[in-house]
T-cell receptor, first 113, second 112 residues
Framework: KAGVTQTPRYLIKTRGQQVTLSCSPISGHRSVSWYQQTPGQGLQFLFEYFSETQRNKGNFPGRFSGRQFSNSRSEMNVSTLELGDSALYLC????????????FGPGTRLTVL | AQSVTQLGSHVSVSEGALVLLRCNYSSSVPPYLFWYVQYPNQGLQLLLKYTTGATLVKGINGFEAEFKKSETSFHLTKPSAHMSDAAEYFCAVTLNTDKLIFGTGTRLQVFP
């Protein structure tokens, strides 16, 4: 089976712009979670989607949003980018019935100038 | 609320030496505990996990961890370090949800 894929792998944006990141889970996985990784704050949970519904949410401002499609692919959007949004954004998927075993993608490296 | 503390942001060992990476957790109910490894420019790979049952958990690449409730610890060990073990290691906790709470990570250096 193919692993979790994330596109794009690298992205450069300027302050004030918005960005959309994409995540394709492992085939058959219905749960998708997003994490932000920065040197200062470490790995922080953003949100989790299951069957197109947001099931869990971290402590991030409303500029961060996400959605999940019927094929379980997920997107996250960050509007009005700030310098502090520069980070590695990781997506993880979980198989139904073993929801605690998360498989991570390689991440999208976002740089905000 | 649950949390994880990893003692030591950097650990250096010689090749062939014992690897010990420390993790302590805080949780009001029995947690699920994980160790992940991250190589440069890559995502996270699950090394091992504790959910219920046997407290000594064996993972990939020769790593193992022991859940000690009395010490609220879940330390990661490997008897003999290999150069390829150099990476960053993260301990994580969850309460049966998909929201993982991660520690701050420990960077392992292995010297020849």
């Amino acid at each position: 089976k193919a692993g979790v894929t994330q596109t794009p792998r690298y992205l450069i944006k300027t302050r004030g712009q918005q960005v959309t990141l994409s995540c394709s889970p492992i085939s058959g996985h219905r749960s998708v979670s997003w994490y932000q990784q920065t040197p200062g704050q470490g790995l922080q949970f953003l949100f989790e989607y299951f069957s197109e519904t947001q099931r869990n949410k971290g402590n991030f401002p409303g500029r961060f949003s996400g959605r999940q499609f019927s094929n379980s692919r997920s997107e996250m959007n960050v509007s009005t980018l700030e310098l502090g949004d520069s980070a590695l954004y990781l997506c993880a998927s979980s198989p139904e019935g073993r929801k605690n075993e998360q498989f991570f993608g390689p991440g999208t490296r976002l740089t905000v100038l | 609320a649950q949390s994880v503390t990893q003692l030591g942001s950097h650990v250096s060992v010689s090749e062939g030496a014992l690897v010990l990476l420390r993790c302590n957790y805080s949780s009001s109910v029995p947690p699920y505990l994980f160790w992940y490894v991250q190589y440069p420019n890559q995502g996270l790979q699950l090394l091992l996990k504790y959910t219920t049952g046997a407290t000594l958990v064996k993972g990939i690449n020769g790593f193992e961890a022991e859940f000690k409730k009395s010490e609220t610890s879940f330390h990661l060990t490997k008897p003999s370090a290999h150069m390829s073990d150099a990476a960053e290691y993260f301990c994580a906790v969850t309460l049966n949800t998909d929201k993982l709470i991660f520690g701050t990570g420990t960077r392992l250096q292995v010297f020849p």
